[in-house]
């Protein structure tokens, strides 16, 4: 009997052990779908670098990512840059499918490297179709599409794309300008439609994710889908009579197939270029692609080259001018790292200049310095005296145009840190500084960007493109000097009657309307231009949740204990009214 039960026993540990082994094993998780990546890249030197950088910062397994690239027709050096990194990243990939072709650099009928004939529009549908058949034959999940010049800068596009589970679904870019990566209105002919909700959806004003008749450039498509078994770019449907263009082809393809387009814009999911004119060059492309670089340096998120992909040093110079200085707090380090990183880009060499910060100044140190306040003064509208900041920024100024003068420069341009640069800056500016020396013209100072007050009385210089007679203006975001516009600032004396730079300088000129101010500056004979349109702008406006100034949030000049901010001034709101009641010839309209 005893044997009996202790055989049961062992019998019953052994069983149970069985069974708690079994019951405690856990399930492998599941790994993530699998995503082909189409990179058809033409004459796209310059952006690449970045492109692949956004690619290889994706958050996703790259050992579930295959590639497919192509390129073809190319003037410059696509084809290099695109190897160089395939051959590093194909062992990160699951599979690389590398297509170069590196002859004809031009298509049949084609008026330039931009300019799109029906020959370039039938080619690059067939690539797209070839991409999208690899991916169906490697039974890929999805397939995502991205010009060679829309930069992915969130690394969680991908994913996100992904969870919201469309067959077709773009997520929406931002540009220099109004233009994206979709429609809201198409005609029935196929062509653009105006529409009501383009751009409360382009400034994000409404958010979510919307059905569209067109989606194009970056769009990611769910293979898995039954409707996308009939998607295709290449050859377009037998009714298609639309124009001859591979992204309206697809997009009477989805309509065809009853598969609708989404576009996604609840995050900010990276950049897309304007695309160039037909007339247009590849250098063309590449400085408006340079300012998309400096437009997401200050939106963000920002765009990074690839760490596998060679980039070549600019060439930095000084277009014409002596010195070009940057004004810089010490305590605002991202300031100055993005205005250098934004010269280097447009390629021109400045000179850091430590601004004078007004908060570390005290009493005494302003009275050694020789500063005193114009007699009289008090901001238009809040009535309050002039602040520590301000004081700082006159001399940050001051110093400058002090050693113009010592040191005989004959023309110096001065940046602000708060600068948002305009496209095609660099070219603008060369070509308006060239036409002033040809035309002889006796100029002083010319504003580059400036708060206009009244600009309907400006009027246009003769024999000098895109240049006008400064008017009262707020501002000292940039400017070019002339030695003899600094040796008028210097002989003014201004310190030991200061008032706010931007106020002094209309003095100057004799455009400010307060005569009171004006009657304590006798030679008010400065040269004052300013272009037009302007060239730069400020990154932000008082109001903004990124905007921060240093001289409107300070303290009195003469008393620490009084505290100030712009609410009382209005003097850096972009456009609007001031509140009833608050009346002043210097508010300032919108830029």
Not at 129 to 142: G, H, M, S
Request: net charge negative; aromatic share 14%.
């Amino acid at each position: 009997m005893f044997g009996w039960i202790l055989a049961f026993s062992l019998a019953f540990m052994r069983t149970q052990c069985y069974f708690t082994e079994e019951n405690y094993t856990e399930e492998s998780k599941m790994q993530q779908p699998t995503v082909v990546i189409a990179i058809i890249a033409r004459n796209a030197a310059h952006s690449l670098p970045y492109y692949l950088g956004a690619l290889e910062r994706l958050n996703y397994p790259k050992d579930r990512i295959s590639i497919w690239a192509a390129t073809d027709h190319n003037i410059d050096n696509t084809t290099a840059v695109l190897r160089e990194w395939l051959t590093v990243m194909q062992q990160y990939y699951h599979y690389v499918e590398w297509r170069p072709m590196d002859k004809p650099t031009s298509y049949a009928g084609e008026l330039g490297p931009k300019h799109w004939s029906n020959g370039r529009y039938e080619y690059i549908m067939k690539l797209k179709q070839a991409a999208l058949n690899f991916a169906k034959k490697r039974w890929a999940d999805y397939i995502l599409y991205a010009d060679a010049d829309n930069i992915l800068t969130n690394p969680e596009t991908l994913n996100l794309l992904i969870a919201e589970n469309k067959s077709v679904i773009a997520p929406m870019l931002d540009s220099q300008s109004a233009y994206s990566n979709y429609w809201c209105g198409i005609t029935p002919q196929g062509y653009y439609r105006r529409t009501a909700e383009y751009f409360p959806t382009r400034h994000r004003y409404r958010k979510g994710c919307f059905p569209v008749p067109m989606v194009h450039s970056t769009m990611l498509l769910d293979l898995r889908k039954e409707g996308t078994k009939k998607l295709a770019f290449h050859p377009p449907h037998k009714d298609y009579s639309w124009p001859f263009d591979d992204i309206i082809v697809f997009a009477f393809s989805s309509r065809a197939s009853e598969v609708q387009m989404y576009l996604c814009n609840k995050d900010r999911y990276g950049y897309l270029n304007v695309p160039a004119k037909p007339h247009q060059t590849v250098e063309d492309d590449r400085i408006n692609f340079v300012h998309l670089y400096l437009e997401a340096l200050i939106d963000g998120p920002p765009m990074y080259v690839s760490r596998y992909v060679h980039v070549p040093p600019k060439q930095m110079e000084m277009m014409g001018f002596d010195e070009i200085y940057l004004i810089n707090l010490r305590r605002r380090p991202d300031r100055r790292e993005r205005m250098l990183w934004s010269l280097y880009e447009l390629e021109i060499n400045a000179k850091v200049v430590d601004a004078v910060d007004g908060a570390a100044l005290n009493s005494s140190d302003i009275k050694i310095l020789g500063v005193d306040i114009l007699p009289g003064y008090n901001d238009p509208f809040s009535g309050r005296s002039l602040t520590k900041g301000e004081v700082g920024c006159f001399l940050s100024h001051y110093y400058i145009w002090k050693e113009m003068v010592d040191m005989q420069m004959d023309k110096a341009l001065i940046f602000e840190d708060d600068v948002r640069f305009q496209g095609n800056f660099k070219r603008r500016l060369m070509q308006l500084m060239e036409e002033v020396k040809l035309s002889e013209l006796d100029w002083d100072i010319i504003y580059l960007g400036r708060k206009q007050v009244n600009p309907a009385q400006e009027q246009p210089v003769e024999n000098v493109r895109n240049l006008v007679y400064a008017d009262y203006s707020y501002w000292t975001l940039s400017y070019a000097i002339s030695l003899q516009g600094a040796q008028k600032l210097i002989n003014a004396e201004p310190l030991s009657k200061m008032l706010p730079v931007d106020e002094f300088l209309p003095i100057m000129y004799d455009k400010h309307p307060n005569d009171d101010y004006k009657s304590h500056f006798l030679n008010r004979n400065l040269q004052a231009y300013s272009t037009n349109p302007l060239l730069v702008q400020p990154c932000h406006y008082a109001g903004d949740p990124e905007w921060v100034s240093d001289t409107e949030t300070s303290t009195l000049w003469d008393n620490d204990t009084v505290r100030t901010d712009w609410r009382g001034s209005y003097k850096n709101l972009k456009g609007g009214t001031p509140p009833a009641g608050i009346q002043s010839a210097s508010y300032k309209d919108e830029l």
